[in-house]
Every structure is written in C-alpha cells, then in structure tokens.
C-alpha cells in the first residue's frame, strides 16, 4: 500500500477537501480575469481561498497546472454540454456559451492572458493541452449522440466538428479582434451543420 500523503482534494469527496479544492480554484480563476496569469500568484490565491500557500502547492506544484485545473472548473460551470435532443441545437447551445464566456471583457481578458503565457511557457502550454483535450472529449458526447439518433455518419470526426464550431470565436478573440456574438455562433453552426449534412 502506498505510503503517499493525498493531496487535497483526492481524500473524502464532499468533504472539507473539496471545499478547499473549489475555494482555491475559484480564486485563480477570479485572479486570471483580474490581473493575468503572469500577475498571479499563488500567495495571491491562497489568501483569497483563506488558506495557507502550503495547502495550495500540495495539490499544484506549479501555477499552471492550478490554471489548467481552475480553467476546467470555469468551463463545467460556464460551459456545459447541452442536451436538447438534436446535434443542431447542441451545437448552437454549445457555440452561444463559449460566446458567453469568452465574449465578455472578463472572459476575453482572462482567455487571452492564458493563450499569451502558454506561447511562451511549455509548461503551461502542456497543462492547456490536456485543459482542451479533456474539454473537447466532454463535448465530443454531442457528435456521439447524434451518430446513435442516426442524424450523423458513424465515421462523423467528433473532434474535428467541435474543433470547428468553436475556431471562429477563439479566432476572432485571440487574432482579429473583430466582435463574438450570438449572431456569429449561430452562422458558424448553420455553415458547419451544412457541411455536416450534405451528401
């Protein structure tokens, strides 16, 4: 048996763990919309959780591994994957709250403030891949659904449609600058379902 000391938030699930697991997570979360990830600290966070440094390093050892983690707790909350029954509608519902989240000036400050550090430090850019790997594997559900309702072709590109619902906004938001709205989402998902069911 392992004589490893559990980190927060591996021991009694619901239990004061996890509280402390979502305190600090929320916290960063707070402070990568405030000031940035380059900004941040980890004191910074603890303080805001109200816990020690310690209590924070034992569960992330490095600020970008508690960026990817508090970016993963944003997304369930920001970000769910929709059920409505069909893959057109879960695409709109999904394109309209990346809208949601990254289109306002906190999401689109915190967003960018991530991508700027990751492009430069490997080890954020490690933590983020697996951020975007775990986030696109939620939502491939949507394409997986659709294949079972027979709207989709069993060899559908579950990645590949997600990957290319969700370009346009990241795009416009990390590279033109141009504006994300509800009304681009919405195009995004007509041209891409199109696609999706021409023969």
């Known amino acids: 048996m392992s004589d490893r000391t559990p980190r927060v938030g591996e021991q ?26 380059e900004k941040m600290s980890v004191e910074d966070v603890a303080a805001r959780a109200g816990v020690h440094k310690t209590t924070v390093y034992r569960r992330w ?21 929709p059920d409505s029954g069909s893959v057109v509608g879960d695409l709109q519902l999904l394109a309209r709250e990346v809208v949601a989240n990254i289109g306002t000036e906190g999401g689109s400050r915190r967003s960018r403030s991530i991508a700027a550090a990751a492009a430069t430090s490997e080890e954020l ?8 790997a775990h986030r696109l594997a939620l939502s ?22 997600i990957e290319t619902v969700i370009g346009p906004l990241w795009l416009r938001l990390l590279l033109t600058g141009e504006p994300i709205t509800e009304d681009l989402a919405d195009e995004v998902v007509r041209l891409v379902t199109t696609g999706m069911f021409a023969d």
Do not use: C
Not at 20 to 25: D, E, G, K, S, Y
Not at 125 to 132: D, L, R, V
């Open 140 to 161: 491939a559900v949507i394409v997986e659904r659709a294949i079972r309702r027979g709207e989709l072709a069993p060899t559908t590109d579950a990645n590949l449609i």
């Open 61 to 81: 050892p490095t600020k970008a591994e508690l960026t990817a983690d508090a970016a993963q707790l944003h997304s369930a909350d920001a970000v769910p994957i």
């Open 12 to 37: 009694r699930p619901g239990g004061r763990a996890e509280r402390v697991r979502t305190a600090v997570l929320e916290a960063a979360a707070e402070l990568l919309t405030e000031v940035g990830y």
């Open 125 to 132: 850019a490690t933590a983020m891949h697996g951020f975007w």
